[in-house]
């Protein structure tokens, strides 16, 4: 995947409030790259979302910016990078999704997600567990402040910055080009269907604008009728 000024470092996206960090990264041989966003609270406190690989430059950023207090796994797949955080950043809390602890018992979580947002993010986060789903079993969080809605592998969106190999594969599935979803509605069956809907539903209810998506570009407005789009098919 191609390098550019913008990987391996924070890029503020609002002012003293939300960063995202891209990285080259391989999920089995596809090159997916990978991004991790970063919120501060007013108190200064930094909320990690999907944690990336550490390098001197990005802990130097963050230092900067305030305390790493939260570092958040959305599903079971974004654990590559926990132990760096854990071994960095021995004060802070770390948070799984609903199966990560069993899956990864080598990593000391504090705690497991649950269907809304903790008591010490909830003036600042909204979030829920996608149902339905039994491959992704995601948290999903909308920053109020910033209209922000923040995924992991829901939603994917590959453009002119991906690399050869998956604009070929993309072009071969019709997907180059433009948001898709990892859920194949055709492979649920009719009660998987409703909690999908469901929970489609409850983010829909959030006043966002942005989606900051863990693989791809991003959507940098008119988020919510681009999901609407996207799972057209189950709404």
């Known amino acids: 995947m191609t390098r550019d000024k913008d990987w391996n470092h924070l890029v503020e996206l609002e002012p ?4 995202t960090c891209k990285i080259n990264l391989r999920f089995l041989w596809l090159p997916i790259g990978a991004r991790m966003t970063v919120i501060k609270f007013p108190n200064k406190e930094l909320f ?7 390098n001197d430059r990005i802990k130097r950023q963050l230092s900067e910016l305030g305390q790493v207090k939260y570092v958040v796994s959305p ?9 760096d955080f854990m071994d960095a950043y021995p004060s802070a809390m770390f948070y799984a ?6 899956k990864r018992k080598d990593l000391d979580f504090n705690r ?5 947002p903790e008591p010490e993010w909830s003036p600042y986060l909204d979030q829920l567990i996608l149902a339905g789903a039994s491959h992704l079993r995601e948290a999903v969080f909308f920053h109020k402040e ?9 939603i ?24 898709f979803s990892t859920i194949d509605s055709k492979k649920l069956d009719g009660t998987e269907k409703d909690l999908v809907k469901y ?13 900051i998506l863990s693989h791809g570009q991003m959507i940098l407005s008119d988020g919510k009728q681009v999901l609407r789009d996207v799972f057209v098919r189950l709404l």
């Open 16 to 19: 003293d409030r939300l960063w």
């Open 48 to 54: 990690i979302h999907s944690p990336v690989g550490l």
């Open 75 to 83: 599903n079971s797949l974004h654990h590559l990078f926990m132990a």
């Open 97 to 102: 999704p609903p199966g990560l602890i069993e």
């Open 112 to 116: 497991q997600l649950k269907d809304a």
């Open 146 to 154: 910033t209209r922000t809605l923040i995924v992991g592998d829901l």
């Open 156 to 179: 994917m969106h590959f453009g002119e910055d991906a690399s050869i190999i998956m604009k070929l594969l993309l072009k071969a599935f019709g997907a180059y080009g433009r948001p």
């Open 199 to 211: 929970s489609l539903q409850r983010i829909l209810a959030w006043d966002f604008d942005r989606i």
